[in-house]
């Protein structure tokens, strides 16, 4: 099962509309029936709202749905209620992010490119405190704030089962100096220690790789299990995109193959950034 409220939400999701359609009923069907709204039944379906138990129970009852998978269901509407570590830091993290983050807590691989900043994953603190500040005018506890998440984030790599965590960061990114040479020469470092993880591998993408399928960063999550499918993840300033769709997600898996292929190996990645960090230090 899933390991976090957000995962369970999701899964509980997929399953209510799986068994909907199983049943060829439409949303504007099944409400008829429990005298609902169909946008309920929607929402349900989307993860966009809180489902108790009792709404599961009602819902497999119309399904004929078996004793056992309607008690995991309900398993699954209970847990799915609980808040995650990171909701104690508030507004620190915005809403859109917030699912994000619960994401990211179930999932048993990461695949990102970027294009213009270090992987939240892989910078420190001092780096991250410097986005914060350039984003919005935060105040110094909500950058402190922000900050602590994604540290606390971070954890996830070194957990006792770990994601892996496939990263293609692109030559600009090495070279955008975010705070100071000092604050760099760290967030170099700190690269060069973190690959070293066996579920880590960072490559760069070089300047004459060429032209390729991409218009920006993005992250694909993949969970460990076969009925949850992957995630893909695109940020903006004020909000985010999660793409379903198998086309979507399939396109964005083969533009990811292309940049890896196109990148500089791990190897030689880490021979560009001990470069970069040699260069940096003088």
């Known amino acids: 099962m ?26 504007s069907q099944v409400g008829k029936e429990l005298d ?16 108790q138990p009792s709404d599961v129970d009602a819902l497999c009852r119309l399904y004929a749905t078996a004793d056992d998978l309607r008690d ?14 990171w ?20 999932v048993s691989d990461l695949r990102t490119y970027q294009a213009e900043f270090i992987p939240g994953l892989l910078q420190t603190d001092e780096y991250a405190a410097e986005l914060s500040r350039a984003w919005v005018d935060h105040t110094p506890d909500e950058i402190e704030r922000m900050v602590d998440v994604r540290m606390r984030r971070q954890q996830l790599l070194t957990s006792e089962n770990p994601p892996d965590l496939w990263a293609v960061v692109h030559h600009t990114a090495l070279l955008h100096t975010i705070g100071s040479r000092q604050v760099m020469t760290r ?13 880590v591998t960072v490559q760069v993408l070089p300047f004459d790789a060429g032209a390729y399928p991409t218009t920006g960063s993005f992250t ?30 399939n396109l964005y898996t083969k533009a990811f193959d292309h940049l ?3 990148a500089l190996s791990p190897q030689r990645s880490t021979l560009l950034i001990t470069k970069l960090l040699e260069e940096n230090s003088r």
């Open 260 to 262: 890896r292929a196109l």
């Open 2 to 27: 899933a390991g976090s409220p957000t995962a369970r939400r999701r899964r509980l999701a997929i399953e209510l509309k799986r068994l909907r359609e199983e049943s060829s009923l439409t949303c």
């Open 187 to 199: 967030q170099l470092e700190r690269m060069l220690e973190i690959q070293k993880l066996k579920n």
């Open 87 to 106: 909701h104690a830091h508030g507004d620190a993290i915005p809403a859109w992010f917030s699912v994000y983050v619960g994401l990211e807590q179930a």
């Open 220 to 249: 694909i999550l993949g969970f460990p299990e076969q009925e949850d499918p992957d995630v893909v993840y695109r940020e903006g300033l004020t909000d985010s995109v999660y793409l379903e769709e198998p086309k979507d997600v």
């Open 72 to 85: 995991l269901l309900k398993e699954l509407a209970k847990e799915s209620k609980t808040k995650g570590w």
């Open 36 to 51: 609902w709204s169909s946008s309920k039944v929607s929402r349900m379906e989307t993860g966009q709202g809180r489902v």
